[in-house]
């Protein structure tokens, strides 16, 4: 490996976190060693910021934060900076087709979460994890599209949720970003809210040669800041297509994959290590 890295850009489910959504103290120390040796680290996820805010103190981020894979910019105060909606239409389309394929539907605004049905797979699960509860509604109506921030269909047949990936590409083309954040959950968000974007953002923002960048994660939408930044690293527990598009591949998120990533393939490069001969 060659070339400085000064900003690790991570993903939350299945690459930070267990799969139980425990932040594990060896995610924290290796937080804390980036700091050290002069690395930023940043947060992205299809979650809320609200439902990352509980990662904030532990991994002592300093760095934007990009909630609904890049539809919601915030400070680590939760201050909002950046925010990209779905065009109206787009999100109705959405809403339109991911109910006609037989999926839940979520939609989110940057502030509330909003679901038809609260005993609807997932939704339980999902509460615990952001650590506020959905708003149960009869319909999404016309106002709550107009604000909507991201779109979610759900499921737990999941050859179902990819079939309406491939569908909801083919259908919003370019006005829509459609990904499945994890198998179960297909993701749709403004163009703009992606996670490759996400990476031009903070490079931008921070001064920091897209180079310069290096980005970790496991799923499919997270190969799109695979594409855009200097290194990349897919977990363990990712699946062969997102392994085959990363520079390199750690251990899974059951197995320290973080921890492990950020000891072996990031100090090396830090800049308080590149050059001096010191071994991370």
Not at 73 to 79: C, F, G, I, K
Not at 159 to 177: I, M, N, P, Y
Not at 230 to 246: L, P, Q, R, T
Request: glycine fraction near 8%; charge should be negative.
């Amino acid at each position: 490996m060659s070339g400085v890295i000064r900003l690790l850009l991570a993903d939350v489910d299945g690459t930070l976190v267990t799969q139980d959504k425990i932040l594990t103290p060896a995610a924290c120390e290796a937080a804390k060693s980036l700091q050290s040796a002069g690395v930023q680290l940043a947060i992205t996820s299809g979650r809320p910021p609200r439902g990352m805010e509980m990662l904030v103190a532990p991994l002592e981020l300093t760095a934007p934060m990009a909630g609904f894979n890049g539809g919601v910019l915030t400070s680590p105060a939760l201050e909002v900076i950046e925010t990209h909606l779905l065009d109206p239409a787009v999100a109705k389309r959405a809403l339109d087709l991911i109910l006609a394929e037989g999926l839940d539907a979520w939609l989110y605004t940057a502030h509330d979460w909003m679901v038809l049905d609260a005993s609807a797979p997932h939704v339980a699960r999902e509460a615990w994890t952001v650590k506020f509860d959905a708003k149960v509604v009869d319909a999404f109506h016309e106002g709550d599209i107009a604000r909507a921030v991201k779109i979610v269909g759900v499921s737990d047949d999941l050859d179902k949720v990819a079939a309406c990936e491939a569908k909801a590409q083919w259908d919003l083309g370019k006005g829509a970003s459609a990904s499945r954040s994890q198998p179960y959950y297909l993701d749709v968000t403004s163009a703009r809210a992606n996670k490759g974007e996400v990476v031009r953002i903070l490079a931008r923002r921070l001064r920091i040669d897209l180079a310069e960048i290096a980005t970790i994660g496991d799923q499919p939408n997270d190969t799109l800041m695979f594409a855009v930044s200097g290194f990349s690293i897919a977990m363990g527990n990712a699946s062969d297509e997102v392994k085959a598009k990363a520079s390199a591949v750690t251990s899974s998120n059951e197995e320290e994959g973080f921890a492990n990533a950020v000891k072996t393939l990031i100090l090396p490069r830090a800049p308080a290590n590149v050059g001096s001969g010191v071994a991370a």
